[in-house]
């Protein structure tokens, strides 16, 4: 086991001022990247071995099992092994399951695992008709009240002050369901995780005994992830001090971005006013990003900043910030794609790259380029497009009806008419959660619909169930060292050697629904939190228009404001409305239309391809597709092949003029496509 002297060798000034203050209180403002939880551990550790801690009398609670898992094992490596590092439930558990018989002549009720059952039966008692993605903003609903600490007969007149919805329930039917909740949980002799805090809290309220055991059980606290603390923890953490002042707390007011779930950065601010006495300390040492990376998160606050700290860089100097508008979002998706590839080629493992995103509907456009591509990725906070409950109901209802030969044959009409028996509509939920992305995940599907009619305007709901089949698997790619695919809230705590934020333009950074200053604010702290997880690439990028041909009007997010000037190149790619090239018939010279202009001519114009070579590519197709084991479409479309056949490239350059070839795909079939027509010259 090191010696004290030791555990203090390493750190720098600030983490060495943060590990001698053993007595509380102590508040500790700790920026991204800035290694607070090196920090609190030599901390912990060094009051063990100097003898001012004694390792069974240390309570440090975090709020991820794999963040107090993490501490454990750092703190075992330092020498505390004995010290008790548990999540804030955990904790609440164990002393709860431990003090319960005594307190209430019982045994410790049965815990449920989801709250799903239980709110269904609540919703069909009070008569509310309900499907999967509104009973999960519902029990969303419920966690929230309760860390809130409101009570379900309180909550229709606490709603409307706090700006919630549940779709589009009002809040006295929301409240109704709150209340019926609690009435079957209670007939069903059940708690759930919410009520392990709850009932702790009552027990330390109410029985000074229990209070008292507990209090002689811990006597020094540290606090991580502070500024997350909602009401309730606030409370609990209240009653195991009793008055004491002995706690650590960390944490970083810029990274407070779950104030939807009942956390608030107002409990981290005001600690200093519960203890003027407090030492504070500010970690400003920034170890993870490039010094670029770090002034581009210091700007997001502006030069008069906000609470937080303004970070300082301690990497060599890297590659600038990338910022990219793009016209729309396919295309956006597909420049991604191309640069992963790219950065991959360079030695970045895909493991090491992420792409960040504000809701689960935009992963699609990238999990499908992605696929395209055959670069793998992994999902996490978010589920796969095509694995959507909705989305698999949706392509099942689609194939039922074109099999059934129903639609009057005006695709989009047709496929807003099979989703509308799932009640889908054109207007979106008035709320957030689950409800708008499943609204999200079907509208996107009349997105598609649309963009298969723009390129073949014949198209019927078969060939849009033979293009989504397409999607799918094109989007069905392994898992091993993939690119990570996720929401900016599924990425905190978390960081990738490259990160590409997407989809960075108003309303939907910020939300469409941040319709408050308090709540502009916090997704300003969602996207510094997305920034600041990149250690040497940085890429940022939005598109004008969410279909090709759109209008053009989508903005950059205005938290750009402080990192672009008004003038840059990158904010004028999406200003202007897209200036589409009028495509012609290499034959007629006429306008293409959208179904001829992969093909290069008009349907009905002799084909001037050599079919010799267009049979010696489809060939060489073959042989790559079968080799990767993917459709031979995806390596090329029979109409790119009529056109090289057709063209006859005899260089690179040539070769990027056909359409449907990319940077990836030039790169990775170039030379053999080049040497097959050089062969049949």
């Known amino acids: 086991m090191p010696d004290a002297d030791e555990l203090l060798t390493g750190l720098d000034p600030e983490q060495r001022q943060v590990a001698e203050a053993l007595r509380g209180p102590v508040c500790v403002v700790a920026g991204a990247g800035t290694g607070k939880t090196r920090a609190i551990t030599h901390r912990i550790a060094y009051g063990v071995a100097s003898g001012v801690y004694k390792p069974t009398e240390v309570l440090a609670v975090t709020f991820t099992t794999r963040a107090a898992g993490e501490m454990r094992t750092r703190l075992g490596q330092l020498g505390a092994s004995g010290v008790q590092a548990r999540t804030f439930h955990s904790a609440a558990l164990r002393q709860a399951r431990y003090f319960w018989p005594r307190v209430y002549g019982t045994e410790f009720p049965e815990i449920i695992s989801s709250k799903f059952g239980l709110v269904a039966e609540a919703a069909r008692r009070i008569g509310l008709s309900t499907d999967t993605a509104l009973l999960r903003d519902l029990s969303a609903e419920v966690e929230w009240a309760k860390v809130s600490t409101i009570r379900p007969d309180d909550y229709a007149g606490e709603a409307p002050k706090r700006r919630r919805q549940v779709a589009d329930l009002?809040?006295?039917?929301?409240?109704?369901?709150?209340?019926?909740?609690?009435?079957?949980?209670?007939?069903?002799?059940?708690?759930?995780?919410?009520?392990?805090?709850?009932?702790?809290?009552?027990i330390l309220a109410d029985d000074e005994r229990v209070a008292a055991e507990v209090r002689r059980q811990y006597r020094w606290f540290v606090v991580d992830e502070y500024q997350d603390v909602n009401p309730l923890q606030a409370t609990l953490l209240g009653l195991w001090l009793g008055g004491r002042d002995e706690i650590c707390v960390v944490g970083d007011p810029r990274q407070t971005i779950y104030s939807f779930a009942g956390a608030s950065s107002r409990i981290l601010s005001s600690f200093t006013r519960s203890f003027p006495q407090a030492t504070q300390v500010q970690l400003v040492r920034n170890y993870r990003s490039t010094p670029q990376i770090v002034a581009a998160a210091n700007a997001v606050f502006g030069p008069g900043g906000r609470d937080g700290v303004a970070l300082q860089s301690q990497q060599e100097p890297g590659n600038p910030v990338s910022y990219q508008g793009y016209p729309d979002e396919p295309a956006e998706a597909l420049a991604v794609a191309d640069e992963i590839v790219a950065l991959h080629r360079q030695g970045t493992p895909y493991k090491q790259m992420a792409i960040l995103f504000r809701i689960n509907a935009q992963s699609e456009a990238f999990e499908e380029a992605l696929g395209q591509l055959g670069v793998p990725f992994v999902l996490r906070g978010v589920e796969g497009f095509f694995n959507r409950a909705e989305v698999r109901q949706a392509v099942t209802l689609l194939r039922g009806a074109a099999r059934a030969g129903e639609g009057a044959g005006e695709l989009v009409a047709d496929v807003r008419a099979v989703l509308a028996t799932m009640n889908h509509t054109d207007e979106p939920p008035s709320g957030g959660g689950a409800v708008r992305d499943r609204w999200e995940s079907l509208h996107a599907i009349i997105t598609m619909a649309g963009d298969l009619v723009a390129e073949n305007p014949a198209a019927d709901l078969t060939d849009l169930v033979a293009d989504l089949d397409r999607r799918?698997?094109?989007?069905?790619?392994?898992?091993?060292?993939?690119?990570?695919?996720?929401?900016?809230?599924?990425a905190k705590g978390l960081e990738w050697d490259a990160v590409f934020l997407v989809g960075m333009h108003e309303g939907m950074m910020p939300s469409v629904h941040a319709d408050t200053p308090a709540a502009v604010e916090e997704e300003r702290r969602l996207f510094y939190v997305g920034v600041t997880r990149a250690r040497h690439d940085l890429l940022i990028s939005w598109s004008a228009t969410r279909n090709p041909g759109g209008r053009g009007n989508r903005q950059p997010t205005r938290f750009l404001d402080g990192l672009l000037p008004a003038s840059h190149e990158a904010r004028q790619v999406a200003r202007q409305p897209r200036r589409r090239k009028v495509a012609t018939c290499r034959v007629c010279h006429r306008p293409l239309a959208a179904s001829d202009r992969a093909r290069g001519r008009c349907a009905d114009c002799p084909s001037t391809y050599d079919e010799v070579l267009f049979e010696a590519l489809r060939a060489w197709r073959k042989e790559e597709s079968t080799d990767q084991s993917v459709p031979a479409y995806v390596v090329f479309t029979d109409a790119t092949l009529q056109t090289i056949a057709e063209v006859k490239p005899s260089s690179v350059q040539q070769l990027a003029q056909v359409r449907g070839i990319g940077q990836a795909k030039l790169d990775r079939y170039g030379e053999a496509v080049l040497a097959v027509v050089a062969q049949h010259a």
Do not use: C, F, N, S
């Open 472 to 490: 799918a698997q094109q989007a069905h790619a392994p898992t091993a060292d993939g690119v990570t695919l996720a929401t900016l809230h599924a």
């Open 170 to 202: 009002d809040a006295a039917t929301t409240g109704q369901v709150l209340r019926a909740y609690e009435d079957v949980k209670r007939e069903r002799g059940r708690i759930d995780m919410e009520d392990i805090l709850l009932h702790t809290t009552a």
